[in-house]
Structures are given as C-alpha cells and as structure tokens.
C-alpha cells in the first residue's frame, strides 16, 4: 500500500490500483481549477491588459445574451 500526499491531502493505494488512484487525483486537481490557475499565472498580464481582456469578455456575453434573445 503506498501514501500519496496532495496539498495537505493523502491519497492510499489499495491492491495496486495506481489507474483509480490517478484518476481520483485528476479529478480533484480539475475541480479545485489547479490547472486553470497554471495557466494564467504561466506569464505576467499587465493590468491594463487584464482590464481590457475582461471588457472584451463582457462585452462578447452580453452581444451572445442579446442575440439569443432576438434583440441584435
């Protein structure tokens, strides 16, 4: 039996399972958004970058709000 140990976490290996076991584990890196976290710190965003991008962004939800409500 072998202990594995996440961010405070342990994850045991019974029978030889390590397929479940990895399994469980990239289920709750997915779910505890590890990976998007990665992603975004990978490399610096200026905040007036940051601050466009995120109006762009809103500003593409509210043009996909109003077509799919017939109004644009």
Do not use: S
Not at 31 to 41: F, H, I, M, Y
């Amino acid at each position: 039996m072998k202990v594995y140990v996440k961010r405070g976490e342990t994850k045991e290996e019974k029978e030889n399972n390590v397929e479940e076991a990895l399994r469980t584990f990239k289920r709750k890196v997915n779910r505890d958004g590890v990976l998007l976290e990665c992603k975004k710190r990978e490399y610096y965003v200026k905040p007036g970058i940051k601050k466009r991008l995120k109006h762009e962004a809103a500003m593409k939800e509210k043009r996909k709000m109003l077509k799919k409500r017939g109004l644009l």
